[in-house]
Nanobody, 117 residues
Framework: QVQLVESGGGLAQAGDSLMLSCEAS????????MTWYRQAVGKERELVAM???????TVADAVLGRFFISRDNDKSTVSLKMTNLAPEDAGLYFC???????????WGHGTQVTVSS
């Protein structure tokens, strides 16, 4: 059974940093494209950052230069370092694991990030 468990969310003030982690089990982690998404109240889910099996990364323009994604294949973990947080970064952050043929993959339950101004 595949499981993705996110952690590290919480309450932060504008300008603070948080580190999110997603631990995967039940899958060949190193073969998967790992992506962080977020969803704010009343808004659609949006891609935040992705890291491919070989380590290349893609980061949304809204968080470029502030958020950094990394992976540890030995620990089956993908992390999202979030710096200089802003109120608009608040939301439920989800971890996704997917691979070709891109059938949707697996999702965690999310971790909540709240940012006060």
């Amino acid at each position: 059974q595949v499981q993705l468990v996110e952690s590290g969310g919480g309450l932060a003030q504008a300008g603070d940093s948080l580190m999110l982690s997603c631990e995967a089990s039940g899958l060949a982690f190193s073969d998967y494209y790992m992506t962080w998404y977020r969803q704010a109240v009343g808004k659609e889910r949006e891609l935040v950052a992705m890291i491919i099996p070989t380590g290349g990364t893609t980061v949304a323009d809204a968080v470029l230069g502030r958020f950094f994604i990394s992976r540890d294949n030995d620990k089956s973990t993908v992390s999202l370092k979030m710096t200089n947080l802003a109120p608009e970064d608040a939301g439920l952050y989800f971890c996704n694991a997917d691979q070709p043929p891109w059938a949707g993959g697996y999702w965690g339950h999310g971790t909540q990030v709240t940012v006060s101004s």
